[in-house]
């Protein structure tokens, strides 16, 4: 496995504004992933982080909403953009290592939009 | 943890008993298979795999069986302990890809 931590654990936000959520893990991964879990619910897949090149959004996520970086294999940050209550959600990522299907999350970062 | 919105399925037992945690996957192209556990506040934690060409993979108290027949999979815990209170998801992927589906996950409640 892998340790993974993210940071901000958690924060509550005021309507229209944006906050980064940063992944970092411990070891080099080939891949790196962010998933939204609103309450109660389970994960929904936002995007690819890859290295050195845009994102891969899923279907419902665009870029604007969810810019997300990668810039080497141990870190991404995931931002989300102009807030809403509806983005109040958990948010985490996950790493995946060359060779391997197995992912592995991080603790998540719980964030309420008032 | 929350249960805004959404409830999940949950399923009571008791301390020692044995619980078995089901998951039905839609996609016949599906051929890799995880079980996370989620305890309130925390990331999902892997708990077991199989792959398509298995049936059965037994972990430390954890047996997880695939029935690509009728496309079900389940979770089996021994001796289940208080611990072991948290949401389960069953997970998959398709056709070589790195892609997760999570299902609905399930509530375990372990009654002492």
């Known amino acids: 496995s892998a340790v993974i931590s993210q940071k901000p654990s958690r924060d509550i936000c005021q309507r229209g504004t944006s906050l980064t959520i940063q992944c970092q893990v411990d070891?080099?991964?080939?891949?790196m992933f962010w998933y939204r879990q609103q309450p109660g619910q389970s994960l929904t897949l936002i995007a690819t982080?890859?290295?050195?090149?845009?994102?891969?959004?899923e279907s419902g996520f665009v870029i604007d909403k969810f810019p997300i970086s990668r810039p080497n294999l141990t870190f991404s940050t995931l931002t989300v953009s102009n807030m809403s209550p509806e983005d109040s959600s958990i948010y985490l990522c996950?790493?995946?290592?060359?060779?391997?299907?197995?992912?592995?999350f991080g603790p998540g970062t719980r964030l309420t939009v008032l | 943890g929350e249960s805004v919105g959404l409830h999940l399925p949950t399923l009571s037992v008791q301390e020692g008993d044995n619980s078995i945690i089901n998951c039905a996957y839609s996609?016949?192209?599906?051929?890799?298979f995880i079980w996370y556990k989620q305890e309130s506040g925390k990331g999902p934690q892997f708990i077991i795999d199989i792959r398509s060409n298995m049936d059965k993979r037994q972990g430390q108290r954890v047996t997880v069986l695939l029935n690509k027949t009728v496309k079900h999979l389940s979770l089996q815990i021994a001796a289940t302990q208080p611990g072991d209170s948290a949401v389960y998801f069953c997970a998959e992927i398709t056709g070589g890809g790195n892609k997760l589906t999570f299902g609905t996950g399930t509530q375990l409640k372990v009654e002492l």
């Open positions: 982080a890859n290295q050195g090149s845009e994102a891969t959004y």
């Open positions: 070891s080099q991964v080939t891949m």
């Open positions: 996609n016949s192209a599906s051929d890799y």
């Open positions: 996950s790493v995946e290592r060359q060779g391997t299907d197995t992912q592995y």
